[in-house]
């Protein structure tokens, strides 16, 4: 018999997973869904956090592959925002996690086959993720998330496919579309003996729907594995990043945004706005669970980044770094029983260093150097100790405890001595924990609840002086979060699977921007309260029909705060954050690996900056995607299409929260418009 998991993306029979992902633990041989990004492997069933598995299918059919928030649209709680900007890059917040974010990645975690992208500041690496080599995503919401350490308001777990996992061979992969885009990518696989590798490659060139918003990107992902024997595995992955260009065409004022939503600003274009990244990555796993009695995993990884940035203003303005990063991480889960209890188990440890040989330039208005403002080495060591435990207390009723230590020194050293030394250093130590239960109401049904402590570092960015005396802003700290979440989820049939989570969050010193000579700066904003509802239901109305639907509800409000006005901003909205959120999808599966899939989105409305006074209209969007595979001899064609907005309606794909705080508001830069009706197309060859 065959369980369907029910994750929040949907129901998935677990004939798509890989066979590791599932074990016969239920009654007759029953086939359960694993998750292990919580750090303790287990049942889903038996996890009391809002988790959700997307598997390959729904990474790749008919998709470009270009950023996260195609595979994860259908997950409740998460809101993506600058899908178009890659100078940007994508920007990603869950129950207001990750908001304050202008660009990137902010307090949401993010790993890729073991590795970290996120630096121990807290600042998060997305342009890297190859999603063209992802097998797996698993998505933490919530408290249990809190084993992962600093800025772990959620957690993004990535696996690539390992050379055993698809049919030996290779595929050949070519798109294009609106606006100049056009991407290839070539991927082979194969094993021989105990060993097994695979490699992908891939090349992006995309013009953009505004001026000055071209990029070009290439991509490598490789992992070799090797079994050394039974139960004793070593894998090494290989990532590397090329991106030459990406330009950045700034955000627009309102009036500027409704005259003409393709233009650049003024600056972005005669400054040359835009950034230059180049990123190689290896890291080592090493699976030991023959000479110890439980299942023990080592994680090493070096990556190497230089970066250089021409922001779309002038002053100073052009950024450029030289990044290591690197570090271990362990783990090891064992099967024990106390009191006659079953019981498992897993501790670990993690240490990483980050060190960033940083530099800034003066630009002036035409575009020349004027002169170097900063020259300074920024080092970040993060050492934690991590335990956690699943008691099962009866049956049904299991019971689990976490906690995690974390040291965290944040360091400068100026070298630029000539306007003074800016050096110095903060050490931060955090206790976190997190308490959940959860009771299985029948097989396939399950009600938990979890309450945890979380915190939140300043990255190096965020700790930016606004004195302008330079090192460490004295008045920012880190923010503190309780977590509190009960849950429920379950599969009805085969054709059914529903998760519902409520969630109440408690922020303490709330770190949110504001702009001040075209430069971001960050404070502490008081506290902030998070309470919301996130659904998920798949329904499979027939062999060829389904329906997936996410829907998140959520207030997110500003407590004891002070705008950038100096007005009391209690009771306002936290910005950039809708109050609704729901993306539903219709799924046709035809014969001959045939499908069609009809995309709905509605985002409500927002507000730009802390005083709520520009607000940002909800909107609808329709996309479509549709294709077919061809069988020939032993080899496979797919074709596909897709359209994105087809109903061409005008959006924000971005709001730059709390920009240009220092101007007038019709003078400030919020808006990035979002393209009008975007088609592409392609072909993969398998053979």
């Keep these: 018999m065959v369980i369907i998991a029910a994750g929040l993306c949907g129901v998935f029979p677990l004939g798509k997973l890989a066979a590791q992902d599932v074990e016969e633990s239920g009654p007759a041989g029953e086939m359960v869904l694993e998750v292990t990004s919580p750090r303790l492997v287990r049942d889903l069933y038996d996890t009391p956090a809002a988790v959700s598995v997307v598997d390959a299918p729904e990474i790749r059919q008919g998709q470009q592959r270009l950023q996260l928030d195609e595979s994860l649209k259908t997950v409740p709680g998460l809101f993506f925002q600058n899908r178009y900007n890659f100078a940007q890059n994508l920007r990603l917040s869950t129950r207001g996690f990750g908001a304050r974010a202008p660009f990137g990645i902010r307090g949401i975690r993010l790993q890729v086959d073991g590795i970290p992208y996120t630096l121990p500041d807290g600042q998060s690496q997305i342009d890297a993720v190859d999603l063209d080599s992802a097998q797996r995503i698993e998505v933490i919401r919530g408290p249990s998330s809190v084993q992962y350490g600093n800025a772990a308001g959620g957690v993004i777990d990535v696996t690539t496919a390992r050379g055993d996992e698809l049919p030996p061979g290779a595929r050949v992969r070519l798109d294009g579309g609106s606006k100049d885009y056009r991407k290839a990518a070539v991927q082979a696989n194969g094993s021989a003996g105990d060993t097994n590798a695979i490699a992908t490659l891939s090349w992006l060139n995309v013009t953009g729907h505004r001026e000055q918003s071209a990029a070009e990107k290439g991509l490598f992902n490789g992992r070799l594995t090797h079994e050394l024997e039974p139960g004793r595995r070593l894998t090494a992955t290989l990532n590397a990043l090329h991106n030459p260009e990406s330009e950045d065409p700034g955000g627009l004022t309102r009036a500027q945004a409704e005259e003409d939503p393709n233009q650049a600003t003024f600056l972005a274009k005669r400054l040359d706005a835009g950034q230059s990244v180049d990123q190689q990555t290896l890291g080592l796993q090493y699976e030991e669970a023959a000479a110890v009695p439980g299942q023990l995993t080592l994680n090493t990884f070096f990556s190497r980044r230089d970066f250089a940035q021409q922001l779309p203003f002038p002053g100073a303005s052009r950024v450029a770094y030289d990044r290591q990063f690197y570090g271990i991480s362990s783990g090891y889960q064992q099967d024990a029983r106390l009191a006659g209890l079953p019981l498992v188990w897993v501790i670990g440890a993690d240490v990483h260093r980050q060190s960033d040989q940083r530099r800034r330039y003066q630009v002036s208005f035409d575009g020349e150097v004027n002169g170097q403002t900063q020259d300074e080495t920024q080092n970040a060591t993060n050492a934690a100790l991590f335990a956690q435990g699943d008691l099962a207390l009866t049956e049904k009723l299991n019971l689990s405890l976490g906690t995690r230590i974390d040291r965290l020194r944040l360091s400068i050293d100026d070298h630029r001595l000539e306007d003074g030394d800016d050096s110095g ?11 959940g239960l959860s009771y299985r109401l029948a097989p396939r049904h399950q009600i938990y609840g979890t309450l945890g402590t979380a915190f939140e570092s300043p990255t190096f960015t965020e700790f930016a002086n606004p004195d302008g005396s330079g090192g460490f802003n004295p008045d920012i700290e880190p923010q503190q979060a309780l977590n509190r979440e009960v849950g429920l989820r379950g599969a009805i049939g085969s054709g059914v699977s529903y998760e519902l989570a409520l969630f109440s969050i408690r922020v303490d010193d709330e770190i949110l921007p504001f702009e001040q000579d075209g430069r971001t700066f960050y404070e502490n904003a008081g506290r902030t309260s998070r309470e919301g509802m996130e659904l998920g239901l ?73 005083s709520n006074q520009t607000k940002v209209s909800d909107y609808w969007l329709l996309g479509v995607r549709a294709g077919q595979a061809i069988r020939l001899a032993d080899q496979t064609l797919s074709l596909y299409a897709g359209v994105r907005n087809l109903l061409d309606e005008d959006y924000f794909a971005n ?19 979002g393209p009008g009706r975007i088609l592409y197309a392609g072909l993969e060859w398998q053979f």
């Design 425 to 435: 250093s903060r050490t931060f130590r955090e206790v976190s924990g997190v308490a």
């Design 655 to 673: 709001v730059r929260i709390n920009a240009n705080s220092d101007r007038p508001v019709e003078e400030r830069g919020y808006f990035e418009p």
């Design 538 to 610: 798949a329904w499979d109305i027939s062999y060829t029909w389904r329906v997936t639907s996410a829907l998140t509800l959520a207030d997110y409000e500003l407590r004891n705060f002070t705008d950038e006005q100096g007005n009391d901003a209690s009771g306002n909205r936290l910005p950039g954050l809708p109050a609704e959120h729901w993306v539903t999808e219709l799924e046709w599966q035809g014969q001959g690996s045939r499908f069609a899939t009809l995309e709905t989105q509605y985002v409500g409305d927002l507000y730009a900056e802390n």
